[in-house]
T-cell receptor
């Protein structure tokens, strides 16, 4: 069964404390893996798409990596404005999209 | 800027009436769009997949006759909540699949808050 699991469910970090969010997946053929940021009361904001194992993408303090079983979203020296829910989703070869439940990230000043 | 626009951002309607929410892809043609519902502090719940020119595919437990989805053009999908009741009050979000040559990406709209009174 196609599945996406994100961990941890919630994470509290001090400002400047780097960490990683995990997205583990099982899917019948990966077409793409997506990362989003969602602020309360808003639609998810697109961050990255990764297509193949070994691929990495960066944007400001965020870096996404991909293996055959999981993806990591590394956040380096986070700031309070990085606080949000981070969502991971995979697209299977049949175009089915499966979302994880998200990781709520809270950066303390 | 936004590549998927959702309208209205918020709407209040009376119980028993119908309300329509629009989802437009601005920079690309979207043969596939998705509609979600989200409760406070909860994850996205897929309601249906909307395919241009054909009937939407609804997830289990979602009433087709209550949540009417129309995808009449390559840039527009609409969700109509019929005979709305207070329990339909929620945050509704759409997304559109961009099948670019460089690879697929899914973009989300800004969401629509529906309050049924």
């Amino acid at each position: 069964e196609d599945q996406v699991t994100q961990s941890p469910e919630a994470l509290r970090l001090q400002e400047g404390e780097s960490s990683s969010l995990n997205c583990s997946y099982t899917v019948s053929g990966l077409r793409g893996l997506f990362w989003y940021r969602q602020d309360p009361g808003k639609g998810p904001e697109f961050l990255f798409t990764l297509y193949s194992a070994g691929e990495e993408k960066e944007k400001e303090r965020l870096k996404a990596t991909l293996t055959k079983k999981e993806s990591f979203l590394h956040i380096t020296a986070p700031k309070p404005e990085d606080s949000a829910t981070y969502l991971c989703a995979v697209q299977a070869w049949d175009d089915k999209i499966i979302f994880g439940k998200g990781t709520r990230l809270h950066i303390l000043p | 800027g936004a590549v998927v626009s959702q309208h209205p951002s918020w709407v209040i309607c009376k119980s028993g009436t119908s309300v329509k929410i629009e989802c437009r892809s601005l920079d690309f043609q979207a043969t596939t769009m998705f509609w979600y519902r989200q409760f406070p502090k909860k994850s996205l719940m897929l309601m249906a997949t909307s395919n241009e020119g054909s009937k939407a595919t609804y997830e289990q437990g979602v009433e087709k006759d209550k949540f009417l989805i129309n995808h009449a053009s390559l840039t527009l999908s609409t969700l109509t909540v019929t005979s709305a009741h207070p329990e339909d009050s929620s945050f509704y979000i759409c997304s559109a699949l961009d099948r670019a040559l460089s690879g697929n990406t899914i973009y989300f709209g800004e969401g629509s808050w529906l309050t049924v009174v």
